[in-house]
């Protein structure tokens, strides 16, 4: 039945396999000589089989535990060095006919503000964004085929690249929307996506039907096939995630590799990115009100088992998560993070009055932008605001292959200086300018290609002195 490369659902995902799969490492895990022998394969940077990373994530051995971690770190550092990819999330509209249960957007909350943005205040928006320095948006939107047709998408894309102010630009928009279909995917790739990212939640058939009893969103096959189309219409990287809290994680984590399996098995090229979050708090939606909670030891623990399982994978993390749980994991491989999110449709224009509620959850780091880059650098990290692989066409296998074999990183540090000097230049406070530009001359030292350490020495130079926009 279990059949990676199949095109359906419970093949690819196959219930069977994820149980044989815990099973399997439940009488694995104190096998020591066998976890020592998973750690060996991982650190050959190759990446683990579901069933490999399912034993390390149900391994309670705590030298093991830590052994894992310090790999994380160190596959961390090697495939992305110390730079943290910044976005932002906009949502465009909170009209859903969906029923999910998790989320304050389901169709039967009657008491949250709906709103949807027009053209008009996407450009305050984004102008918003821009003054605050990003460069890479995800968009958010509900399932609404009235209010939110893939058409207000397409024309809501159009205007956030259009949007040119002073030196800020919206140079890669993600888009998180419904599973649709491949037309629409074409359209999407047609209109200059970067990632389409959504989220599983589950990918236990008969929870993913209970959590989501009404509208289309109810087809679980449609769901996770989406992928598929997406690729199929010309999308070639996809970012996956589960929400932890619905079901069992370790279910979860096995379910989310076989997935990236399965993309590799049949279109060559595995997840673009694996996002993490949990549930959290929202306007009618209490997270204690489901089971499988899991602690932050536990979610540090899956971020290092995803980051050893899937070296070559981005790992995004939201502002759902709070500084001391983003310190922790963006060190175990974490490679994306948000910054000053706003999860309410608009708010970053002006702030939304506390009457008008249209937030999909609580943000637990609620620090502005230069102060997440500052709070970056003081603990050594590069705040990268690089888009310049989707430019460049680096995207899918092309992207991958680079990634694989560690040659993306002769893009990746140079791009990071360079969009952190336009950052600093452009937008930064006094305080983060000063740490940011001695990181700048330092790093420079760490490009170890002397003709590229020139290249990107003479481009920071360039941005001093008004020009922008370079990269590798
Ligand atoms: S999770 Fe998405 S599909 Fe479900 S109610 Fe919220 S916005 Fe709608
Ligand atoms: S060079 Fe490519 S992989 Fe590296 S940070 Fe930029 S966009 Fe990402």
Redesign the pocket.
């Known amino acids: 039945m279990y059949n990676p490369k199949s095109l359906k659902a419970e093949e690819f995902i196959s219930h069977d396999e994820i149980m044989d799969t815990l099973s399997f490492a439940d009488e694995k895990k104190d096998d020591l000589d066998f976890v020592d022998s998973i750690i060996a394969k991982a650190r050959l940077r190759k990446g683990l089989t579901h069933r490999e990373a399912s034993v390390l994530l149900a391994c309670e051995d705590e030298s093991r535990i830590n052994e894992i971690y310090k790999l994380a770190e160190q596959i961390k550092k090697d495939f992305y060095g110390n730079?943290i990819?910044m976005f932002a999330p906009l949502y465009l509209s909170n009209y859903c006919v969906n029923g999910c249960l998790y989320c304050p957007y389901h169709l039967k909350n009657k008491h949250i503000a709906r709103k949807k943005l027009t053209q008009e205040e996407i450009v305050k928006e984004v102008t918003a964004l821009q003054d605050m320095g990003h460069k890479r948006l995800a968009i958010e939107a509900g399932e609404d085929p009235i209010n939110n047709p893939i058409e207000y998408i397409l024309e809501c894309i159009n205007t956030i690249y259009s949007i040119k102010h002073k030196n800020g630009a919206i140079r890669?928009v993600n888009v998180n929307i419904a599973a649709t279909t491949v037309e629409n995917y074409r359209k999407l790739k047609d209109a200059g996506i970067g990632t389409y990212i959504l989220f599983q939640e589950t990918y236990h058939k008969q929870s993913y039907e209970r959590l989501h009893p009404t509208g289309p969103k109810h087809n679980y096959a449609y769901h996770t096939e989406a992928m598929d189309r997406a690729m199929e219409g010309g999308i070639d990287d996809v970012g996956l995630g589960v929400l932890f809290g619905l079901e069992l994680y370790r279910y979860e984590f096995a379910g989310l590799l076989m997935h990236a399996e399965h993309l590799e098995a049949v279109h060559g090229v595995g997840p673009h990115t694996i996002s993490v979050p949990r549930v959290k708090r929202a306007d009618d939606i209490d997270p204690d009100e489901f089971d499988n909670g899991i602690s932050d030891d536990i979610f540090a623990k899956i971020c290092a088992c995803i980051r050893v399982a899937v070296p070559y994978t981005?790992m995004i993390i939201s502002t759902r998560e709070s500084k001391a749980v983003r310190e922790k994991v963006i060190r175990l491989g974490v490679s994306q993070i948000s910054g000053a999110s706003k999860t309410s449709v608009g708010g970053y224009c002006e702030p939304e009055p506390e009457e008008e509620n249209s937030a999909q959850f609580d943000v637990s780091d609620n620090r502005t932008l230069d102060e997440v880059v500052r709070w970056l650098m003081e603990m050594g990290y590069i705040p990268?605001f690089?888009?310049?692989?989707?430019r460049?066409g680096?995207t899918g296998d092309r992207?991958m292959s680079l990634?694989k074999s560690g040659q993306?990183q002769n893009?990746?540090h140079p791009?990071?200086l360079i969009t952190l000097k336009e950052y600093l230049t452009d937008y930064a406070s006094d305080k983060t300018r000063e740490i940011g530009e001695r990181l700048i001359s330092d790093e420079l030292q760490n490009i170890p290609n002397e003709k590229a350490r020139m290249v990107c020495s003479d481009y920071i130079e360039k941005i001093e002195h008004g020009a922008r926009d370079f990269?590798?």
């Open positions: 730079r990819v890669r981005g990268s690089c888009t310049a692989c989707y460049e680096r992207f990634c993306i893009c990746c791009n990071a990269r590798f």
